[in-house]
């Protein structure tokens, strides 16, 4: 008979058949490989739990999950040891590691930490995570009165030191986990019967009534049926679950299959008729009162940021975006006829020092952006919001900061206001999706970095002692080429709008 772990089950509580092909198949589940940025994400976790270590003094560590280490555990229970670091605890073919046991000798008793590397509780896993390990410690005999879940504090500033205590917040989830308890013990034998079962389950997983971001690893293989392009895409449908399960129920699969009388938003008509009637959507007078408020010389500007988990400088907070990279293309007047290329200047600006780079950012984007001139962006709440962060930390630039917010001009709200939609935007306004079919001549795909999110994390490496001289030199290479693509697309994209509305 398997052991089911924790995280197996709350896979399984994802979907199941996805927990199934982990365990029996994990040549399937374990086909793609995990980007730079999720790699990312995993060493934070473990980051975090180290941090959060420090809080209890008294803590001893137990390595594995072998036969030796849930030995140790067992020992050091007898012994009424007063902390210990993920004691391993089987029973009944469950199996768990805790973050954090510690005992009460007034009691008797335990108290349970669970360690999360967010900013809140997640109810909907973390909870469910907690309930898994209270009821299998006390299915192991242990007395467990009080149920912590311990996250990051969004709240906290770091100022010099770290401040352990207040970087975490503990959260005393006692009598919500207890509440679950019943319910998951049932639901854990139900995991543990459908994970031990040799054969395959037969049919789709229950990911075919979820939008495409909520598939699972294995979806495809499960799904054969299912085309890449799907129903699971239209836009915003993971959102309206009873929108998408009707469709599924009925056996539209496919975007050329949905009624023409169902009911959907603007934007998912607009997405589902552009592809079955091979159209594309261009309000020109809207998007001619768009731009008609663009003022020059034009500034094209995007920002890379890296999100750490543990505040590296002072003035931040847990995950609060550091900025390190901007490219900026500049043009000075309109084009005057229809064949002239935009008279451009390009500057860009990436912190490779040691330190903190918000004062060189905010210095560099004062000398460059100048007093007038709309700035444009795709995205603007993210850029704005890292320019009032900035703006707080570099006081002396408050002022300037702050009055740059006001001149930006957000370019994908043409697309997001539906004034132009294309079939091959597949419902999306991401940049990514509209610059192949604006100026398919520009590619991420020749490029070593994709996206931001492998930009942000080559960031630490950039600035770390891990790399070469040389291999430092083509990373800064390939940031800048990433960074510098991502400003230019915004050039293209708009000399394409001007050129339909001509």
Same mark, same amino acid.
């Given at each position: 008979?398997?052991?089911?772990? /924790? ?7 994802? $979907? ?33 739990? %180290? ?36 004691? *391993? ?8 590691? *805790? ?22 509780? &997640? ?12 009821? %299998? ?35 005393? *989830? ?41 598939? $699972? ?15 699971? &895409? ?17 056996? $539209? ?35 001619? /009162? ?90 603007? /709440?993210?850029? $704005? ?118």
């Amino acid at each position: 008979m398997m052991l089911l772990t /924790k995280s197996d089950y709350i896979l399984y509580r994802e $979907c199941p058949k996805n927990a199934w092909m982990k365990i029996h198949k994990p040549e399937i589940y374990y086909k793609s490989e995990l980007s730079q940025f999720e790699k990312y994400i995993i060493e934070t976790g473990n980051e975090v739990e %180290l941090y959060a270590r420090r809080i209890f003094s008294d803590g001893l560590l137990i390595e594995g999950r072998d036969k030796k280490a849930r030995e140790l555990t067992q020992k050091l229970l007898k012994e009424k040891y007063p902390t210990l670091f993920q004691p *391993v605890f089987v029973k009944d073919n469950f199996m768990a590691a *805790v973050d954090v046991l510690k005992y009460d000798k007034e009691t008797d008793s335990y108290r349970i930490y669970e360690i999360k590397a967010s900013n809140e509780a &997640d109810k909907k896993t973390h909870y469910y995570d907690l309930a898994f390990q209270v009821v %299998l410690l006390r299915k192991c005999g242990l007395k467990v009165d009080v149920i912590n879940l311990m996250h990051l504090n969004p709240e906290y500033v770091r100022s010099g030191e770290l401040d352990i205590m207040q970087l975490f917040k503990s959260d005393d *989830v006692t009598f919500e986990i207890n509440r679950l308890c019943e319910e998951i013990a049932i639901e854990m034998e139900q995991a543990l019967a459908y994970l031990s079962a040799e054969t395959e389950p037969k049919g789709p997983c229950c990911c075919i009534y979820k939008g495409r971001s909520g598939h $699972c690893t294995t979806f495809k293989h499960s799904n054969p049926h299912i085309l890449e392009y799907s129903v699971h &895409d239209i836009s915003r449908i993971g959102l309206s679950k009873k929108k998408l399960r009707e469709l599924i129920d009925i056996g $539209c699969f496919h975007i050329h299959q949905v009624p023409e009388d169902m009911e959907l938003s603007e934007s998912q008509r607009n997405q589902v008729d552009t592809h079955n009637l091979d159209k594309i959507i261009i309000s020109k007078n809207k998007i001619i /009162k768009e731009l008609e408020n663009l003022v020059y010389p034009l500034y094209f500007i995007d920002y890379e940021t890296f999100p750490s988990a543990i505040p590296l400088f002072n003035g931040f907070s847990p995950y609060q975006q550091i900025p390190f990279q901007y490219s900026l293309y500049v043009q000075e007047s309109p084009i005057q006829q229809a064949h002239d290329k935009p008279n451009l200047k390009h500057f860009e600006f990436l912190y490779v020092e040691a330190g903190e780079p918000s004062k060189a950012f905010a210095e560099s984007l004062k000398k460059h952006l100048g007093d007038k001139g709309s700035i444009i962006v795709w995205s603007k /709440k993210f850029e $704005c919001t890292i320019n009032k962060q900035l703006a707080k930390r570099v006081t002396e630039l408050a002022d300037y900061i702050e009055s740059v917010n006001a001149r930006v001009y957000d370019l994908m709200d043409v697309f997001t206001n539906q004034h132009y939609v294309h079939k091959d935007f597949r419902g999306s306004a991401s940049i990514k999706k509209v610059l192949p079919v604006l100026a398919p001549e520009l590619s991420y795909k020749e490029l070593a970095i994709h996206e931001g999110g492998t930009a942000a994390s080559s960031w630490l490496k950039l600035t770390g002692d891990g790399l070469s001289p040389a291999e430092k030199a083509q990373l800064k290479k390939d940031m800048l080429e990433y960074c510098k693509l991502d400003a230019f697309a915004m050039v293209r994209i708009l000399e394409e709008l001007e050129k339909m509305t001509n």
